[in-house]
């Protein structure tokens, strides 16, 4: 249903789940994959529906990265911001790595631009979306789908893609507790050292290579990191042992989840027996967690008729 001027009442918008990083490619490198969460929005007095994960924790006002997202696409346009009526359904775990607070961001840049009336321009959305996020790695691949790579230049930001293989998969181990960003980032220092930004930079450049043409036997190593993950295994126990049941299990590379505690793997057989030895591992250590196994997706945010609709 639309306007008279031919600006909707309401939109939905359907958003991927994201990984960061991939192991080498700190707040450079994301994959989307097929986990959704969707949101309709809605002119009328102001109101913050949210059901899924997260419901209980996240806020129903203005503090909401939906509303967030919205206002700058309206803000972009010089209009003034409406009253408006969000109904969040989130299929994306809230707090694990996954890019639940990028997906918010962009559904709401989505849906302001489209209640005004204008398709959503790939760039000018990642460029509001970054400086709300404040690096690419997730809201990317959000907005374009695939595995993006994501540069800042000067005032702007680069995104190139990166091929993936037709049968990868993604097995994505998700324990039940949320993990806080800022003391996953609060354990890394400012400096590192020549050794180690070389060793990254490296394997940064053969994760692209293995990923685009087709040498999976390289993400073995491809995906091993020395400027976080270290860091970051001391206050996710069990990390480095999980990492090593997905490979034991078959998997051809894994890593840390963005800021996690979620660790992804990357394989193209035997993914129910990764998903057991992560599982596994990750029980051994007293931590209960759920997995998924999922493909990567190279459909990023896109407008759909209502809330449920729409293929991936």
Request: hydrophobic letters at 40%; a negative charge; glycine letters at 12%.
């Amino acid at each position: 249903m639309t306007t008279q001027n031919n600006r909707p009442d309401s939109v939905s918008v359907r958003v991927p789940a994201t990984a960061a990083n991939l192991g080498p490619g700190f707040d450079s490198i994301g994959i989307a994959v097929d986990l959704w969460s969707e949101l309709t929005v809605a002119h009328g007095p102001f109101e913050v529906v949210i059901e899924g994960d997260g419901a209980d924790v996240l806020p129903r006002d203005e503090g909401n990265l939906v509303v967030s997202g919205a206002r700058a696409a309206y803000e972009a346009r010089g209009a003034e911001f409406p009253g408006l009526k969000f109904r969040c359904e989130n299929g994306i775990p809230f707090a694990r790595g996954l890019g639940s607070s990028s997906a918010a961001i962009v559904s709401g840049i989505v849906a302001g631009f489209a209640l005004q009336g204008d398709g959503t321009d790939p760039e000018e959305a990642l460029e509001l979306a970054a400086e709300i996020e404040g690096h690419p790695d997730n809201v990317a691949p959000a907005i374009l789908g695939g595995c993006q790579i994501g540069v800042k230049n000067g005032g702007g930001w680069i995104t190139s893609q990166v091929s993936i293989p037709d049968d990868l998969h993604a097995v994505i181990l998700i324990p039940d507790f949320v993990g806080e960003t800022s003391e996953a980032r609060g354990v890394l220092g400012d400096e590192v050292t020549r050794a180690d930004a070389v060793y990254n930079i490296g394997r940064a450049a053969l994760l692209a290579n293995a990923l685009s043409t087709g040498r999976l036997d390289l993400l073995k190593h491809a995906t091993e990191d020395r400027l976080h993950q270290p860091q970051r295994a001391g206050i996710y126990k069990g990390l480095n042992t999980i990492i090593k049941a997905a490979l034991t299990g078959g998997a051809h590379g894994a890593f840390l989840s963005g800021a996690g505690p979620s660790v992804m793997a990357f394989a193209t057989e035997h993914e129910y027996t990764v998903a057991y030895e992560m599982t596994e591992a990750a029980r051994l250590h007293g931590i209960d967690a759920s997995t998924r196994v999922v493909r990567p997706t190279t459909r990023g945010a896109h407008l759909i008729e209502s809330p449920g609709d729409g293929a991936n």
